[in-house]
């Protein structure tokens, strides 16, 4: 979850170093801390408690100079977010520092095992084991092998790790290193200089040329390039993937914050998804990177979903999609619940997971779980070459472009999106889709960039939302309702207020309300409807009625022209019409923008909510 950035080469390391971490600060921004080397064999540190800005603020009072660096944008497992325990840890006499992502679950064995050999330890954190482990190698087995001393203290750690180690003894390199899921180790290619990162965001200003560590690699990093090797020190052989985004897709621009910039770019972004994706003479989807033959397609019984959060709510639709068009019964699951649950999977099944990051720890350990069944396995995803994408049998990128706002918005309706084209896939490969509903959804698809486009510009340019924000942001506890394939983005709406907002929402089954969460409704808790004119709007008008009977007030995501259901309710947030199957992934946006401007309206950082982190690679 936390961020990590090292640069070699012949400029200054330290501002390269803080912009990385600014693009990197979704993944932790409790403390930060940067080292650079500089031309004397000393290594220059400094570390901040709280936002990255502080660490600017100290580096420019007291600058560092040199060419060789490494930062660390931290969220805080061990350890609470103070000066002590932010990033880079250093051995006790200062030449060596690591900065870490990920856990070690064994560090109180090692902490003590260093203690009782005459370390002090100057913080709380499980990195500063890693740091001592290296130096002790360092200075008895390894005989000043970097390289060898970094090796064999990993090979002591348990838990996932990914670091960056700089040394005054050899200050022409960086070393990185990956344990386990970890998060990503990204390694960026320039002319004469070198980077190393958790995301590709952070040096794409810089080079689009990368390379990916794996699970228990390493590679030592120089100006001039990196030599890559697994944990065991045998050479490794290593492609460079070019990474086509655009360096402004990872800035804000003119807008105020990342979110609020990916919410009214999804007309973008869903071009970018669909993109090569539609064969409109063939009336076909294209889908090459999933590895899947038509005999396999056919011969699945079952399709299993495994995801967190927002990806989680994005897989429900997913399930109503390739339900219907593929005729494929799918199960959906919470990716930390499928890990642990000792799931029945089977070489006919395929599991499929969902996750913009690609490196959202329990995702993967449910994929680990899926392999070792003998499924198929599958992803959704949007970081490109992430683990996810490495580690399954097939993947379908979202094209989103990079997600930096914490709170996810494109990626939901880029993934919904991809499901669509799954679906229509499946289905045709299975044989159960006829070729004139293929052909109807496919130009059906190929009008939701527009419609997403004039949805999100029909927002922009009045003041709906920063009107409701105003009546609403003071209330407490809200109910979102929507039914069928609409169901789920109740619950991503009511999920995208709580974390940016800290407002209480529960997403529901409409349904259901009458079994329960009616007992709640009164004049302090408004209703969310999400109601737009299908096979079951007479159900949601019901909903409606039985909400306004008891004194509730009622916000109804609903067609532009719906007029009856306008008489009825306190707010409409307006979707265009378009094809049902469309409707999920245009009716989410309004509550996008809902949330976004109740946040901003109650002065919440959102960007950088609370106790969240973009990138959840610790359990
Ligand atoms: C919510 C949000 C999270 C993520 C979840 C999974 O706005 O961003 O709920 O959706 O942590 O992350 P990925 O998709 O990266 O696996």
């Known amino acids: 979850m936390c961020g990590i950035v090292g640069y070699v080469g012949n400029q200054e390391a330290a501002p390269i170093i803080l912009h990385g971490l600014r693009q990197l600060e979704y993944r932790g921004y409790d403390s930060a801390g940067l080292a650079v080397l500089d031309g004397d064999g000393g290594v220059q540190v400094r570390r901040e408690a709280g936002k990255l800005l502080n660490l600017e603020q100290a580096v420019s009072q007291a600058p560092v100079t040199g060419a060789v660096g490494v930062g660390h944008t931290r969220w805080a497992t061990h350890g609470p977010p103070s000066q002590r325990n932010a990033h880079p840890h250093s ?20 902490r003590q095992e260093l ?30 092998d970097l390289e060898d001393a970094v090796r064999k203290a990993l090979l002591r750690l348990k838990g996932p790790s990914a670091i960056v180690v700089l040394s005054a003894h050899h200050p022409d390199r960086l070393i990185a290193a990956r344990l386990g899921n970890a998060g990503g180790v990204t390694i960026g290619f320039g002319r004469g200089e070198m980077f190393v990162a958790s995301d590709i965001p952070a ?45 402004t897709a990872a800035e804000k621009g003119e807008f105020r914050h990342f979110m609020q910039k990916e919410i009214f770019e999804q007309g973008r972004s869903l071009t970018d998804t669909l993109r090569s994706r539609l064969d409109f003479q063939r009336n076909a989807v294209v889908l090459d990177s999933l590895n899947l033959t038509p005999d396999h397609a056919r011969r699945l019984t079952k399709l299993t979903i495994v995801a ?91 094209q989103a472009g990079p997600e930096i706002g914490v709170a996810s918005t494109k990626a939901f309706t880029a993934s919904t999106t991809d499901l669509l084209l799954l679906a ?66 109740a619950r991503e709406g009511a999920l995208k207020l709580k974390e940016i907002s800290y407002i209480h929402a529960e997403g529901y089954p409409a349904g259901e309300m009458k079994h329960g969460p009616i007992a709640l409704i009164d004049a302090t808790m408004p209703t969310v409807v999400v109601a737009p004119r299908d096979h079951v709007y007479d159900k949601m008008i019901s909903q409606v009625e039985q909400v306004k009977a008891r004194s509730g007030q009622v916000l109804a995501v609903a067609h532009a022209n719906d007029e009856a259901i306008r008489a009825k309710v306190d707010a409409v947030m307006p979707i265009p019409v378009a094809d049902e199957l469309l409707t999920p992934i245009l009716a989410v946006m309004p509550l996008q923008i809902f949330a976004y401007e109740m946040a901003v309206r109650r002065g919440a950082d959102v960007d950088q909510p609370r106790n969240l982190a973009k990138s959840v690679t610790v359990e």
């Open 424 to 489: 229509i896939y499946l289905g045709q490969q299975r044989g159960v889709l006829a070729e004139a509903e293929s052909a109807r959804i496919i130009r059906a698809l190929s009008m939701l960039p527009g419609l997403a486009g004039e949805l999100l510009e029909d927002a922009l340019q009045n003041d709906r939302y920063r009107e409701l924000a105003e009546r609403y942001h003071t209330f407490y506890n809200f109910l979102y309702l929507g039914r069928g394939i609409h169901y789920p983005i």
């Open 115 to 144: 203690e009782r050999a005459g370390y002090t330890f100057r913080s709380d954190t499980d990195t500063e084991v890693i740091v001592h482990l290296i130096d002790q190698h360092y200075h008895n087995g390894s005989a000043g």
């Open 308 to 398: 967190c959060g927002t990806s989680y709510y994005a897989g429900l639709v997913g399930k109503y999609y390739i339900e219907r068009l593929a005729r494929l019964p799918v199960e959906v699951d919470y990716a930390s619940e499928f890990r642990y649950r000792q799931p029945l999977v089977a070489s006919d099944q395929m599991v499929l997971a969902i996750t913009q990051s690609g490196e959202t720890v329990d995702t993967l350990a449910a994929l680990e779980e899926a392999r070792t069944g003998g499924a198929f396995t599958a992803a959704i995803v949007n970081a490109i070459g992430s683990q996810a994408a490495r580690v399954t049998d097939g993947h379908i990128y979202m």
């Open 203 to 247: 040096i794409l200003r810089h080079t689009r040329q990368v390379a990916f560590l794996d699970n228990r690699q390493m590679a030592v990093v120089t100006a001039h390039g990196a030599v890559f090797k697994d944990l065991d020190g045998r050479p490794l052989a290593k492609e460079c993937t070019r990474i086509d985004w655009n360096p």
């Open 91 to 110: 051995s006790p006499d200062g030449d060596l520092v690591v900065v870490q992502n990920g856990i070690v679950e064994n560090f109180l064995d090692l």
